[in-house]
Nanobody, 124 residues
Framework: QVQLVESGGDLVQPGGSLRLSCAAA????????MGWFRQAPGKEREGVSC????????YYADSVKGRFTSSRDNAKSTMYLQMTSLKPEDAAVYYC?????????????????WGQGTQVTVSS
């Protein structure tokens, strides 16, 4: 059973930065594609970024390009999401998830395991 645990969510002012972590228990991150997602109240869960397995190519939603950076530390079995220039519309519960293959899936349902989420609030 794969366990993913997110952490790092907090209250931050607009323009601020935050780093989220996703720790994976039981398995190593290297092979599998992993993604970050977010869900704001009343909205559908949306993809934020994905980092592919092995090579580690990263993909980002247009709304976060240039502001968010996803990375992975295989030795620590942890994936990170560095968020900068945060906006109120970035506020949401952020989730990490892992797929069963190396390529980044096109759909949420293709991700097999999900963390419990961490709350990010952007407000002055």
């Amino acid at each position: 059973q794969v366990q993913l645990v997110e952490s790092g969510g907090d209250l931050v002012q607009p323009g601020g930065s935050l780093r989220l972590s996703c720790a994976a228990a039981v398995f190593t991150l290297d092979y599998y594609a992993m993604g970050w997602f977010r869900q704001a109240p009343g909205k559908e869960r949306e993809g934020v970024s994905c980092i592919s397995g092995r090579v580690g190519v990263t993909y980002y939603a247009d709304s976060v390009k240039g502001r968010f950076t996803s990375s992975r530390d295989n030795a620590k079995s942890t994936m990170y999401l560095q968020m900068t220039s945060l906006k109120p519309e970035d506020a949401a519960v952020y989730y990490c998830a892992t797929a069963s293959g190396r390529s980044c899936p096109d759909h949420l349902y293709e991700y097999d395991y999900w963390g419990q989420g961490t709350q990010v609030t952007v407000s002055s």
